[in-house]
């Protein structure tokens, strides 16, 4: 099926650090989301983003917290600074449409010390 | 409210038995009710989805049943085989929004 790549797979920095998560959806999708999941819990959203905006974020998404695409490149996801509690595993996905589909990337694992 | 409950927490079944797993909703705005299933260390995986026009969808052993006036929907997952073995979740999206609201996850093991 489709294919969402993460870049990296883990990331271990220290708090008050600044750290990027890359994501590279589908092709063709124009619809992009971020999950966290902190270990042994559901999937909970955090934002999504079409046509060059955000769409809905969740009150997980704190301030420090930004996204982008820009010029078509990776879809990412900015924590500046980070917090011990950024701690999850971050999931990237990308449908077509709002209602359709959402495909999930493998998810990079954070690590906050 | 938005949220979605799923139960139980963790299911054991023989091989060739069918597991059911369970999940309610209290937002009547959610029209699109999707199963995802992950594998340790892998990405969630679409199983199969429902939208209310209909009470009920299969894809091979796998069955959702759905009941819109209690608000519940279930996965019912026939023959259950070992490579079943991964944690369930079940979803829900609607009224406007593209966001997924997750169940807890349900731990299936098959035992052969």
């Known amino acids: 099926g489709p294919k969402v790549l993460q870049i990296p797979s883990h990331q271990i920095i220290d708090m008050g650090q600044m750290v990027t998560l890359n994501c590279d959806p589908v092709s063709n999708h124009l619809y992009f989301y971020w999950y966290k999941q902190i270990l042994g819990q559901q999937m909970e959203f955090l934002v999504n983003?079409?046509?060059?905006?955000?769409?809905?974020k969740s009150k997980l998404f704190k301030d420090q917290f930004s996204v982008e695409r820009p010029d078509g490149s990776y879809f990412t996801l900015k924590i500046q600074p980070t917090a011990l509690e950024d701690s999850a595993v971050y999931f990237c996905a990308s449908s077509w449409g709002g209602q359709d589909t959402q495909y999930f990337g493998p998810g990079t694992r954070l690590l906050v010390l | 409210q938005q949220q979605v409950r799923q139960s139980p927490q963790s299911l054991t079944v023989w091989e060739g038995e069918t597991a059911i797993l369970n999940c309610s909703y209290e937002d009547s705005t959610f029209d699109y009710f999707p199963w995802y299933h992950q594998f340790p260390g892998e990405s969630p995986a679409l199983l199969i989805a429902i939208r209310p026009v209909s009470n009920k969808k299969e894809d091979g052993r796998f069955t959702i049943f759905f009941n819109k006036r209690e608000k519940k929907f279930s996965l019912h997952i026939a023959d259950s085989q070992p490579g079943d073995s991964a944690t369930y979740f079940c979803a829900a999206s609607g009224g406007g929004s593209a966001k997924l609201i997750f169940g807890e996850g349900t731990k299936l093991t098959v035992s052969s």
């Open positions: 983003f079409y046509n060059g905006k955000v769409m809905e």
